[in-house]
């Protein structure tokens, strides 16, 4: 994996690869920054990624997967991206800073375009907002969310509950104290000091967070 911008979200994303084991060239402009990391990553080096010859010395273009996480210079990331795009790379992932920055991406034939900034302020708004213990927005209206469970759905099986038609979602998994999540089944009986995954439309997984 090739990890470009090594700023705070290329920092973290290339040490979270690297914590799973994950081979990681993280590429930045800043001899400072690379040699913070030179110890952390595979390879961590000093590139201007906006030229061919320096990716292709490095050997980028023999990657199936790249990330550009530059995002104070719209330019070098555009550029950036144009290059890896022309290596014929298969999944690119590219952080835009704004909709504008995302569609050009986008026109460019970036596959993975990601608003980091844009995506935590939506996830912290629906957390603080309700009862919800983590969220998860997917596309096309759709949401999971860990909460703890309403007073209507427990101490009966799930298929009792009627939980999928009276609220429009569907519980996934639950976890009991001291245990890991295992997956619901109709029969699952959901108790008040469980911790349940539900999913469904956004609203409607909304809507059942705030339920008491």
């Not at 110890?39 to 292709?56: F, I, P, Y």
């Not at 999971?144 to 999928?164: E, F, G, N, Q």
């Not at 038609?165 to 029969?187: C, M, W």
Request: hydrophobic share 45%.
């Amino acid at each position: 994996m090739v990890v470009i911008g090594l700023g705070r979200f290329g920092r973290s994303l290339a040490l979270e690869l690297a914590d799973e084991d994950t081979e990681v060239l993280g590429i930045d402009e800043n001899p400072e920054v690379v040699q913070l990391l030179s110890g952390s990553l595979t390879h961590a080096v000093r590139a201007d990624s906006t030229k061919e010859d320096a990716l292709r010395q490095l050997a980028v273009h023999e990657f199936d997967r790249a990330v550009v996480a530059i995002g104070t210079d719209l330019e070098a990331s555009i550029l950036t991206a144009s290059l890896l795009i022309s290596f014929g790379i298969e999944n690119v992932w590219a952080k835009a800073t704004s909709e504008a920055h995302g569609r050009i991406l986008t026109q460019l034939g970036v596959q993975h375009v990601v608003y980091p900034e844009h995506d935590m302020g939506q996830r912290v708004a629906h957390l603080v907002r309700g009862r919800m213990l983590d969220y998860i927005e997917f596309e096309d209206d759709f949401a999971m969310v860990k909460t703890d469970p309403p007073t209507a759905i427990l101490d009966v099986p799930l298929s009792s509950s009627a939980v999928r038609t009276r609220y429009g979602i569907t519980v996934v998994a639950i976890k009991r104290p001291g245990e890991g999540f295992t997956y619901a089944t109709p029969d699952t009986v959901v108790r008040a000091d469980d911790t349940v995954i539900v999913a469904g439309r956004t609203r409607a997984t909304e809507r059942f967070s705030e339920l008491r």
